[in-house]
């Protein structure tokens, strides 16, 4: 939306991407225009690196399709950055480092969200990279399709039995005294078979255990046990039963612990009064470094295209919180998007667009979509942040990039100690999602409201603590928990600007220069095929159809007797005719009062030719009295006699009278009528009819 702080706050995109790679110092990243010593020999102590990503890195990510809208690694830039001159890299040139700016958070969100850059997919965590853009002027409204790059956070959480309790005085401050664990199961019932794979040193394995696809479930369940053995090793337990309380290392756990907050930690016991005093070194490190070793990698580790990315970390919730240990990972894939629009004006705002689907793209078995990750000589893993994204398989060199053939990519390993408070380049795809764990996954149990890095712990915010009350009561909702976290976290500081008309317009978002943005005015990118939304009626329920349904059989039913009745000929059109002429109201009244004045079965112009002449008198009608008398018959003699009733009785009089050929009787308008008819030679009688 145009006023909304994701927009405001999102600044102008800038060129090109930067890459900085080393740890303790610099060094040139793969294919650096400084890998000559005649020019790296003219600058200050031979020290100066160049963070341009070359062309042969770039290249086999480029799509040079008109309508593809998948974004490359060059299409996911930081949110937010600075300007800084570093004199060790680009001879002291000013570039670009990303920065984390908090915006609007969107955890208690449970939809599809369309902000500056980004679908959130704020129902199970995930973010896809597209730079918005719709149709205007459509009526109704119209729906399109498009395939849209995400990366999804994936976590596993394994329950430690372990439960964590403590209570807050009247004032709301904590007590300092009255914490203590629960065995809840964790040490009365802790295997004693050490898991596999061993993080105790007996098996140097543990670095390649798990391959491309990390099993994180088989992770955290590895870290539980690993946990619970080291805290029962510094409670000196060497047996427990279920429902017994530890109270000797937890004095100083409520000052950790927030009442309707989770709290996040790494694993590292602090938890535990020694440790957290820093009294109990090396049951500290045992922690750390078990910790560390359920990732699968240390950070000096030779950098592999092969080992994904995975952490772990403690999370514990409310007054009595439950202990859970999980390994997070994340993946791309690409999604089949449905959009809907509703723009009927000439202006576009994010308010105006909206997902109305989002579908994992279908592939046959033989048109996987191709991967590539960058394979390199003589770095650890913290001394790079890898090239990786779909490629053009006729544009990759096996010997520079590991090609893969899957429907979603691990992303590749990188250092754990890199959050986002300490970004050093622009190049956010390598950086930003392995960032964001380590932000999640950093130090934050001591920190209450908001924690280190800026992630909502709920203690400010109820609606939060609600959220992550119902789901921390399970392993598969305190996963979805860190999953929304990370995505909060990405949802402030990446941005996609890939559109799909980058070979229309002849020129990338990501290619303008710094500029001011104009929010009245717009970019004509390109024409698109969409369908147009038009009214149309239709039944929800076909029960309200029955009706029609009848009226739609009754009228087929007519229809197909006709048209057997016309096929077999048994009722032709001139029987028809000859039928409707015969009943006519016209000439049933012409036959009856002249008849033989047209043959019966004269047709209608033979018919109109002898009776359009003739007049027939229709009677007016008469007010019915008020009391009703019977008719009757008076005669000159003073008798009477019962007569018809009805116009009917009367025309039969006429008729006699006709056929006799004794006197005829003229049909008047009139309300009265009189006929004569001799009873005798010598005694004549008047009939009337009354009304």
């Known amino acids: 939306m145009l006023n909304s702080p994701m927009r405001q706050g999102t600044l102008p995109r800038v060129s090109p991407i930067y890459r900085v790679c080393g740890w303790t110092k610099f060094v040139d990243c ?7 010593p005649a020019i790296r020999n003219k600058f200050h102590n031979n020290t100066v690196v160049n963070s341009t990503i070359p062309l042969a890195t770039i290249k086999p990510f480029m799509n040079e399709k008109a309508d593809n809208t998948i974004a490359s690694p ?105 914490g203590y664990m629960a065995d809840d199961g964790g040490f009365a019932n802790l295997p004693t078979e050490i898991p596999e794979p061993r993080f105790d040193g007996l098996d140097d394995d543990w670095q390649n255990a798990f391959g491309e696809a990390p099993d994180l479930q ?13 805290t029962a090793r510094v409670l000196n337990i060497s047996s427990s039963s ?93 999604q089949t998007v449905t959009f809907g629009s509703n723009t009927t004006n000439t202006s576009l705002d994010l308010g105006d667009l909206r997902v109305l689907a989002v579908r994992p793209k279908q592939y ?11 394979k390199v000589d003589g770095y650890r893993i913290h001394d790079i942040n890898l090239m990786w994204g779909l490629a053009n398989e006729s544009q990759v060199d096996e010997d520079a990039f590991e090609i893969r053939r899957t429907a979603e990519l691990y992303l590749p390993a990188s250092t754990h100690d890199i959050t986002f408070g300490h970004i050093y380049d622009s190049f956010a795809a390598g950086m930003a999602p392995g960032a964001a ?90 024409t698109k095929a969409v369908h147009k939304m038009v009214r149309s009626i239709g039944y929800s329920d076909f029960r309200y159809a029955i009706p029609a349904f009848i009226v739609v059989g009754i009228l087929i039913f007519s229809v197909a007797t006709a048209t057997v009745f016309a ?34 079965d004269a047709s209608t112009k033979e018919w109109s030719r ?38 009917a009785s009367l025309l039969r009089v006429h008729k006699e009278m006709e056929m006799e050929n004794r006197s005829q009787s003229h049909l008047s308008a009139q309300s009265h009528y009189s006929a004569s008819r001799a009873s005798s030679p010598h005694s004549p009688y008047t009939i009337h009819q009354f009304a």
């Open 30 to 36: 793969p294919d650096s225009i400084y890998n000559d």
């Open 74 to 178: 060059m299409d996911i830039q930081y949110r937010n950055y600075y300007e800084e001159p570093n004199d060790y890299v680009d001879n002291g040139e000013v570039n670009i480092r990303g920065f984390i700016q908090p915006m609007q958070t969107l955890l208690l969100d449970d939809s599809y969200r369309l902000i500056e850059g980004l679908i959130v997919d704020s129902i199970n965590g995930g973010v896809g990279f597209r730079n918005h853009s719709g149709p205007l002027r459509m009526g109704l409204g119209a729906q399109w399709t498009e395939d849209i790059l995400f990366i999804h956070p994936e976590t596993a959480c394994t329950q430690t039995n372990l439960s964590l309790h403590f209570s807050i005085s009247a004032n709301y401050f904590y007590k300092h005294d009255n």
């Open 218 to 230: 088989r992770r955290s369940l590895a870290l539980a046990w690993w946990n619970n053995q080291l």
């Open 242 to 334: 279920v429902g017994d309380r530890y109270t000797s290392e937890f004095s100083n756990y409520a000052t950790l612990a927030s009442p309707g907050s989770i709290q996040i930690s790494p694993m590292n016991g602090w938890y535990l009064d020694s440790i957290y005093k820093k009294s109990a070194s090396a049951a500290a490190v045992e922690f750390a470094s078990y910790g560390r070793r359920c990732s699968g990698f240390n950070d000096t580790d030779p950098s592999s295209s092969s080992k994904p990315y995975t952490y772990r970390y403690d999370l514990a919730s409310n007054w009595t919180q439950q202990l859970y240990t999980c390994a997070s990972s994340m993946k791309a894939s690409v």
């Open 364 to 374: 046959s078995e033989d048109a996987l979509p191709i991967w590539a990750i960058e």
């Open 437 to 526: 764990w380590n932000s999640v996954y950093e130090f934050a149990a001591a920190i209450r409201g908001i924690a280190i890095d800026f992630i909502p712990s709920g203690e400010t915010d109820y609606g939060l603590t609600l959220k992550y009350r119902n789901l921390s009561r399970t392993p598969e909702g305190t996963a979805k928990i860190m999953n929304l976290i990370w995505t909060d976290l990405m949802a402030f500081v990446v941005v996609g600007t890939k559109t799909g008309f980058e070979a229309t317009t002849g020129s990338s978002p990501a290619s303008h220069t710094k500029s001011k943005r104009s929010d009245s005015a717009l970019t004509i990118l390109g």
């Open 567 to 600: 096929l077999r000929k048994s009722l032709s059109y001139e029987i028809l005719e000859h039928y409707i002429n015969q009943t006519s109201m016209g000439r049933t009244a012409s036959q009856l009062l002249y008849p033989g004045i047209a043959p019966i």
């Open 610 to 647: 002898a009776t359009r002449d003739l007049i027939l008198d229709v009677p007016r009608p008469q007010s019915r009295p008020k009391k009703r008398t019977r008719p009757r018959l008076r005669g000159r003699r003073g008798h009477s006699s019962p007569s018809a009733s009805s116009g």
